[in-house]
């Protein structure tokens, strides 16, 4: 009786961690940023024009998009920049509800963490890619440990298996120091690499005094949510197995 009440509150917690787990390694809102530069496409058109021009004409090209902000967002698979209302807040904007049609969108999954588009040798180049590996190595292993992890603890309930009780709690549990080591990678990237370089890049030349503002998203927020879930799901499954094989 005891073996099955520490199962369902493992199930229990590790159901909803599992969930926070996928949803953060598919939703791409790990680093929001704004910035009032003005709306990509119009910048990036402009550029050659604007570097040409004297400084006076180069602020009337960056003030005429001010009454509205660009929002980037990003994550394992995409990157995004879309503009947005001033008054809004970042994390509320960035809601699939709120989001517009019109979006700036490149594939972002050889990056998960922000890298400088355009060839290795240009000035803006990101010298983390090194450590931009290991993040991507160690988030598609947190998720292949939590699935992994799940389909074991599902296949001991019917056979009542110490070996798969054993072996699924110690998948939970490296699944979820993996994404704590994962989470503690982007916090480090992000509060010590020049991010104000790497989102505004080329607009940045434009607009050399432009107010930026990144912070954590949404993807973040779950994937620290469903750390411990997993931890003490792993643990408790990891328990059982133990106490099985005790008792058999």
């Given at each position: 009786m005891k073996i099955g009440v520490a199962a369902l509150v493992g199930g229990l917690l590790g159901v909803p961690g599992f969930l926070c787990f996928l949803l953060a390694f598919g939703t791409d809102y790990w680093l929001l940023a704004s910035d009032d530069c003005g709306w990509f496409k119009q910048l990036r058109s402009?550029?050659?024009?604007?570097?040409?021009?004297?400084?006076?004409?180069?602020?009337?090209?960056?003030?005429?998009?001010?009454?509205?902000?660009t929002l980037h967002h990003e994550g394992f698979f995409w990157r995004c920049l879309f503009q947005s209302d001033p008054s809004q807040h970042v994390l509320l904007a960035?809601?699939?509800?709120?989001?517009?049609?019109?979006?700036?969108?490149?594939?972002?999954?050889?990056f998960p963490l922000p890298v400088a588009v355009g060839p290795v040798a240009h000035q803006i180049y990101d010298a983390t890619a090194v450590f931009r590996g290991f993040w991507t190595m160690i988030i598609v292993l947190a998720v292949v440990a939590s699935v992994t992890g799940g389909f074991l603890i599902v296949c001991a309930v019917p056979f009542i298996s110490?070996?798969?009780?054993?072996?699924?709690?110690?998948?939970?549990?490296?699944?979820?120091?993996?994404?704590?080591?994962?989470?503690?990678?982007?916090?480090?990237?992000?509060?010590?690499?020049?991010?104000?370089?790497?989102?505004?890049?080329?607009?940045?030349?434009?607009?050399?005094?432009?107010?930026?503002?990144?912070?954590?998203?949404?993807?973040?927020?779950?994937?620290?949510?469903?750390?411990?879930?997993i931890l003490l799901s792993g643990i408790l499954f990891y328990c059982i197995g133990r106490h099985l094989q005790k008792h058999i």
């Open positions: 402009t550029a050659y024009t604007v570097v040409q021009t004297n400084s006076t004409e180069a602020s009337e090209v960056t003030n005429s998009s001010l009454s509205f902000l960035v809601l699939f509800t709120n989001q517009p049609r019109q979006k700036e969108c490149i594939h972002g999954y050889l110490h070996k798969l009780y054993r072996v699924g709690g110690a998948f939970l549990i490296t699944a979820a120091c993996l994404f704590l080591v994962l989470v503690g990678l982007f916090i480090l990237w992000k509060e010590l690499v020049d991010v104000r370089q790497y989102i505004l890049q080329e607009r940045g030349r434009i607009c050399p005094d432009a107010h930026l503002e990144a912070q954590y998203g949404w993807s973040f927020i779950v994937a620290v949510a469903g750390i411990p879930l």
